[in-house]
């Protein structure tokens, strides 16, 4: 279905004009009233929430502004999860952001400008457009990470974010310039038309556009090798800023992904689907094995991600190995299953690090969470449903997307390289589960510091109930996953059905 109203893109436009009105309101209200502007930001997450669901009640599949921008259910269920997570992390950040003086207008209208490249991201239908988005997303974090001006660690921290990500920016720029050379169009429909019919100029200009696209991908992803940015990122940005990170531009890489990969450049699946494979199973490798010897959670946790976004990968390796329309539509919700439910989980661990926070004093060491069972038993047991999702143990959600994923891979006939790749991916989950278990042992068998067990935990009573509706979500979809899973689903096969 084709539009040309600005009705398509109507949670965008709600975001542009309310990010705009935030910006220019919070010149007017002082450090002591920043409430204020902290309210507008709810309401227009709320507001732009309820514009996505709007969208997706009508389980279109929309085309506007020239063919430049796609509304479909895939990318309605992610942007409202990318909504969710930067609503989560404000909600969180109100006492850490206080004590540091970061508490500010800069703070609310860089998150929204980050979730309108983010949202531009997951509903591109054109080259430029993914392009345009990704940098007005890119350009909003890096300033996020270096908000602590007076900070050495932020101002590195984001030195190295920006160098690295202006290099990855530039990678998937130069790609996309080759597979516009190869192929004379920048829309993702055209692009794959032309693939499949064989128009194209030269087949060596597009693979080589194909090698740069997925380099360019794997720095935004954090995968092996191009994961440097990751350790050093998560560890000196702010812990809000690093929530933030771990979450929500996930969602993005992931729709950008499945729209050049999988919409745009399928028949040639059978030449990046090699690179992927090998990315996926470096990333597993490397990201567990160095997972192991991180006394810093936030370095371990950006090992984590490294490791579960090899799990993503392989999500997305089975569904261009499936024959059914059924069996691709449903690797690919798998891939977009666990991805949801990796952010939900992300989200709580750093939630529980930023309670354990306070002035003068960052939670970040995994000594910091030494005897919290005994300080508080229900965020102690919040933190264990996270990292028993994280490692895969029952009955959290965790164990049943890591499931998905394997039986996505091995539901096509079982070739001889799929039962390695999810031989590999068992093997070094079990590893991962050393590390994950490590924290619960050192909450409920460690004695706390005194100085710790003489600090009551402060936090706003918004914040408490964000984290333990966050930890429950993680049991309850544990048990009862086939909603997600078939949201997920439907939202994918529709997509693809076009």
């Known amino acids: 279905m084709s539009s040309l109203g600005l009705v398509v893109a109507l949670p965008e436009m709600v975001l542009l004009a309310a990010a705009s009105i935030v910006l220019v309101v919070d010149l007017f209200v002082s450090d002591e009233r920043r409430n204020v502007t902290y309210g507008l930001t709810m309401l227009t997450l709320l507001l732009v929430g309820v514009a996505v669901c709007i969208s997706l009640a009508r389980n279109e599949v929309v085309v506007g502004f020239g063919g430049m921008y796609i509304a479909d259910p895939m990318g309605h269920v992610l ?8 609503g989560f992390m404000l909600i969180c950040a109100q006492s850490y952001a206080r004590a540091r003086g970061i508490w500010k207008g800069e703070l609310f209208s860089l998150t929204l400008f980050t979730l309108l490249g ?20 890119s350009l909003s974090m890096y300033a996020l990470v270096a908000l602590r001006r007076d900070d050495p660690r932020a101002s590195e921290a984001a030195m190295k974010y920006f160098v690295l990500g202006s290099l990855a920016s530039g990678f998937l720029l130069y790609g996309m310039s080759m597979l516009y050379g190869a192929t004379g169009t920048l829309e993702i429909d055209e692009l794959a038309r032309r693939v499949a019919g064989g128009q194209i100029v030269s087949r060596a200009s597009l693979l080589l556009g194909i090698v740069f696209v997925i380099a360019g991908l794997g720095f935004k992803f954090g995968v ?6 990751a350790p050093d990122v998560y560890q000196g940005a702010p812990t809000p800023i690093t929530l933030l990170i771990s979450s929500a531009p996930e969602l993005a890489i992931f729709a950008i992904t499945f729209r050049i990969l999988v919409e745009g450049l399928l028949p040639l699946a059978i030449d990046w689907q090699k690179v992927l494979a090998l990315l996926a199973v470096a990333s597993l490798v490397l990201g567990n094995l160095t997972a192991i010897a991180q006394s810093n959670l936030k370095r371990m946790l950006a090992y984590s991600t490294i490791a579960q976004m090899g799990f993503v990968l392989l999500a997305m390796l089975s569904g261009v190995t499936a024959a059914d329309p059924v069996a691709i539509a449903g690797s690919y919700s798998a891939a977009m299953f666990y991805l949801i439910t990796y952010a939900l989980t992300s989200l709580g661990t750093f939630g529980v690090m930023l309670l354990l926070s306070r002035r003068g004093f960052e939670a970040e060491e995994i000594a910091d969470f030494r005897g919290l069972a005994k300080r508080s038993p229900w965020y ?8 028993f999702s994280l490692a895969g143990v029952p009955p959290t959600v965790g164990l049943y997307a890591k499931l998905v994923v394997l039986q996505a891979l091995l539901s096509e006939g079982a070739t001889i390289a799929a039962v390695s790749l999810a031989v590999i991916a068992v093997l070094f989950s079990l590893i991962a589960a050393f590390y994950y278990l490590r924290i619960v042992k050192t909450m409920y068998f460690d004695e706390p510091t005194p100085e710790a067990a003489a600090t009551p935990l402060v936090a706003p009573t918004d914040m408490r109930v964000a984290l333990s509706i966050n930890g429950i979500l993680v049991l309850v979809l544990g048990i009862l ?3 997600l899973l078939q949201l997920c689903a439907n939202a994918m096969t529709r997509t693809l059905g076009g």
């Open 79 to 86: 942007k409202l999860f990318a909504i969710f997570c930067s």
């Open 118 to 137: 983010i949202m531009l991201m997951i509903s591109a239908n054109n080259l430029l457009v993914i392009y345009l988005g990704l940098e007005l997303q």
């Open 224 to 229: 092996v090798p191009f994961h440097m940015w």
């Open 380 to 387: 102690a047991f919040v933190m264990l449903l996270l990292m």
């Open 481 to 483: 996953p086939q909603y």
